[in-house]
């Protein structure tokens, strides 16, 4: 078991060295972030190291990370958890996500990645009852181990080159290690909404011969299959089937038709006007110029009333 858990070492220390070039794409506010994360909401990030690349690569995405914000819910909730947070985190603890990292399942502060290219990916219209249950989960899940297997299954899968048929593959390679305490940052936040039934990219399938332009479902057959597959318009939508948790990557929730997209930086405040940049002029030299200091051409935010 030593030797085992020695190897593991130098392989995380491997994958996680970070990268020499990282191009930034954007700008983030903090205080943005802040103002417009929601409890559940999915962080997206571009990682600068080994592993992120080899992700990116797989996926081709911009996207080798996923965390959930779980905002307060630690310090909430009391107990040892809430003051070590406190301690590790100071006024951060109010602003935490649930992350999977190679050294295992642990909370951090969502401003983390603030330097990094970041997307956030709301899940629409999640209920309330089912949004606890999504944070119970994760916040539970902290401490859990990463599963090294899962990755390089999951490269196996994506890989290019297809080594392994493709009827064997969803077989072969989607359990990881088998271990129910074993994940990684997207089969963490699979398994969550998976248990919740909440889709992220689902297969959908129809029965043979089915079109859906012709055949409304009339009658007692339409009340049937509404009353099975929970669908408010008059066509059949299909039999969804979840994918599971370990075949899930970080791109899928970017990808997703049943998570937002939230433009924390600038358009969420409805301040945007593309009119307030400044662009350099072509025979400019650009590099001379000094950065705006709202690169966006969002208008500065409210000042803050005094309670």
Not at 3 to 21: K, N
Not at 42 to 48: I, S
Not at 194 to 212: S, T
Not at 250 to 258: Q, V
Request: aromatic share 12%; proline share 8%.
């Amino acid at each position: 078991m030593g030797l085992r858990r020695w190897m593991t070492d130098r392989i995380v220390e491997f994958l996680t060295e970070p990268l020499s070039r990282y191009e930034r794409r954007g700008w983030n506010d903090p205080q943005a972030l802040r103002r417009h994360l929601r409890k559940g909401d999915v962080l997206l990030v571009e990682g600068d190291n080994r592993v992120s690349a080899i992700i990116k690569y797989l996926t081709q995405s911009s996207w080798s990370h996923a965390a959930l914000f779980i905002g307060d819910e630690l310090v909430r909730r009391g107990g040892p958890a809430a003051d070590r947070v406190r301690e590790q985190f100071g006024d951060e603890a109010e602003w935490l996500i649930v992350e999977a990292l190679p050294h295992g399942v642990v909370a951090s502060p969502a401003t983390k990645y603030i330097d990094y290219n970041i997307r956030v990916a709301r899940p629409h219209r999640i209920r309330p009852e089912d949004l606890k249950l999504v944070l119970d989960d994760q916040i539970d899940a902290i401490g859990w181990r990463y599963d090294l297997r899962n990755v390089l299954d999951l490269g196996r899968y994506l890989f290019p080159v297809r080594i392994i048929p493709d009827r064997f593959r969803r077989t072969a390679l989607h359990f990881g290690s088998s271990m129910p305490t074993e994940v990684i940052c997207s089969s963490l936040l699979g398994r969550t909404f998976h248990k919740v039934r909440f889709p992220i990219l689902p297969h959908v399938e129809f029965p043979d011969g089915f079109d859906a332009e012709t055949d409304p479902s009339p009658g007692v057959r339409g009340r049937f299959l509404r009353r099975i597959f929970g669908y408010e318009s008059g066509g059949y939508t299909g039999l969804f089937k979840m994918r599971h948790p370990t075949l899930l990557t970080p791109r899928d929730f970017d990808l997703s038709p049943y998570f937002e997209i939230v433009k924390f930086n600038v358009i969420a405040d409805g301040r945007f006007d593309y009119q307030r940049i400044h662009w350099a002029s072509l025979d400019e030299d650009t590099e001379a110029q000094e950065p705006h200091p709202r690169p966006y051409g969002a208008e500065p935010p409210p000042p803050a009333l005094d309670e």
